[in-house]
């Protein structure tokens, strides 16, 4: 069974720091894992990640993936209070070799205090 | 574009009554998804779409619960009869399709509360 599980489920920390989010994942037929961040209402995509070791980087935000051992980490530096969200990785599913619908993992809910 | 535009955006019904959700995907997309989201269980598929035509529905929790897209540009989600334990929150989504490695964009989303 395809899924994806998410590591911490929370986090509280302060404006400055650093955090490592992890996401591990299990799938028939990879094709590419994803990160969303969701504030108040939708999710809204930040990465997508198709091969091992190659980072993405979008700001203080980056993200690199390990197709070896199954998992990725969305990694954010000097935190804002904006950075205030959860954050959700997914996966497609398989549909007879086509990217279906995403697996999402129950997310991380990063709190950054001032 | 727009983005995917959901509708309502909050529905505060008594249980027992028959809820309808909307959705207009992005113009151009071809699969579109429902998704609820609950803290207990996060974001679970409820259905996709993909060309007008349910591929996967096996999220569909009990035959309370029916889906439609009758065209490119439109999807309702039904309940009826509404139970408390419907309330959540309710994503549409849309994607390029299948065959393509592509992000979904979603909804703002309809909270739905059940009492």
């Known amino acids: 069974e395809d899924k994806v599980v998410q590591s911490p489920l929370s986090l509280v920390v302060h404006e400055g720091d650093t955090v490592t989010l992890n996401c591990s994942y299990e799938v028939t037929n990879f094709r590419s894992l994803l990160w969303y961040k969701q504030e108040k209402k939708a999710p809204t995509f930040l990465f997508m990640l198709t091969s091992s070791g190659i980072e993405k980087k979008s700001g203080r935000l980056s993200s690199i993936l390990d197709k070896k051992e199954l998992f990725s980490i969305l990694n954010i530096t000097a935190t804002q209070t904006g950075d205030s969200a959860i954050y959700l990785c997914?996966?497609?599913?398989?549909?007879?070799?086509?990217?279906?619908?995403?697996?999402f993992g129950k997310g991380t809910k990063l709190s950054v205090k001032p | 574009d727009a983005g995917v535009i959901q509708s309502p955006r909050h529905e505060v019904t008594e249980m027992g009554q028959e809820v309808t959700l909307r959705c207009k995907p992005i113009?151009?997309?071809?699969?579109l998804f429902w998704y609820r989201q609950t803290m207990m269980r996060g974001l679970e598929l409820l259905i996709y779409f993909n060309n007008n035509v349910p591929i996967d529905d096996s999220g569909m929790p009990e035959d309370r619960f029916s889906a439609k897209m009758p065209n490119a540009s439109f999807s309702t989600l039904k309940i009826q009869p509404s139970e408390p334990r419907d309330s959540a929150v309710y994503f549409c989504?849309?994607?390029?399709?299948?065959?393509?490695?592509?992000?979904?964009?979603f909804g703002q989303g309809t909270r739905l509360t059940v009492v």
């Open positions: 989504a849309s994607s390029l399709g299948p065959g393509r490695n592509t992000e979904a964009f």
């Open positions: 113009s151009g997309h071809n699969s």
């Open positions: 997914a996966i497609p599913q398989n549909y007879g070799g086509s990217q279906g619908n995403l697996i």
